[in-house]
């Protein structure tokens, strides 16, 4: 990491806008505070990351989050 760069770290708790366009993913919802905030992705890397493996170990991950509950 560059000197000149920092870690924001926020959750999205309120996912209220998903967009594709112009070759870029954007997720717009909310912050833990309430407050709005947007994600811009590379659709191209997007993509590459989120691949069917990972949806799957999401899913997984979701369900065993939700039993333990």
């Known amino acids: 990491m560059k000197k000149n ?4 770290s926020k959750r999205m708790n309120d ?3 998903f967009q ?3 070759g870029e993913v954007y997720l ?3 912050d833990e505070e309430g407050k709005d905030f947007m994600i811009c992705y590379d659709a191209y890397d997007f993509l ?4 069917t493996e990972q ?4 899913k997984k991950q979701l369900i065993k ?3 333990e509950k």
């Open 65 to 67: 989050h939700i039993k």
């Open 48 to 51: 590459n990351w989120i691949d």
């Open 5 to 8: 760069m920092f870690v924001i």
């Open 15 to 17: 996912i209220n806008t």
């Open 20 to 22: 594709c366009c112009d």
């Open 55 to 58: 949806v799957k170990y999401i």
């Open 28 to 30: 717009r919802g909310t």
